[in-house]
């Protein structure tokens, strides 16, 4: 079962700059399409960024609000991924999450719907932006 630990937040002015980790406890992450989540207190998960299997091409999918700010990726040697956050802006003050696709799902199918990702979540990892 795979299960993937957040890493990487924390407090950032205004402007600038973020890169967040998702590592994997199994050498058979890279079988999985990973997503990235952010969550507001009292509110649902939101859909942050996804990508797909290297051997796929690797095909990504963002927010339209941090598109062409924060950019996913991942490091299949490694077991792991990342989203490099940029230009931050207040309102992307969150708890973020990562997480793989479902056994069974048809992702890209869905890619915005955290019911297409694993069951467990992880703990998170908080990021604030704020002067």
């Known amino acids: 079962q795979l299960h993937l630990v957040e890493s990487g937040g924390g407090l950032v002015q205004p402007g600038g700059s973020l890169r967040l980790s998702c590592a994997a406890s199994?050498?058979?992450?890279?079988?999985?399409?990973v997503a990235w989540f952010r969550q507001y207190p009292g509110n649902e998960r939101e859909f942050v960024a996804a990508i797909g299997w290297n051997t796929g091409g690797g095909r990504t999918y963002y927010a339209d609000s941090v598109r062409g700010r924060f950019t996913i990726s991942r490091d299949d040697r490694k077991n792991t991924a990342y989203l490099q956050m940029t230009s931050l802006k207040p309102e992307d003050t969150a708890a973020y999450y990562c997480n793989g696709d479902r056994p069974g799902s048809s992702w890209p199918l869905g890619f915005e719907n955290p019911d297409t990702y694993l069951e467990v979540w992880g703990q998170g990892t908080l990021v604030t932006v704020s002067s």
């Open positions: 199994i050498s058979t992450f890279s079988r999985y399409a």
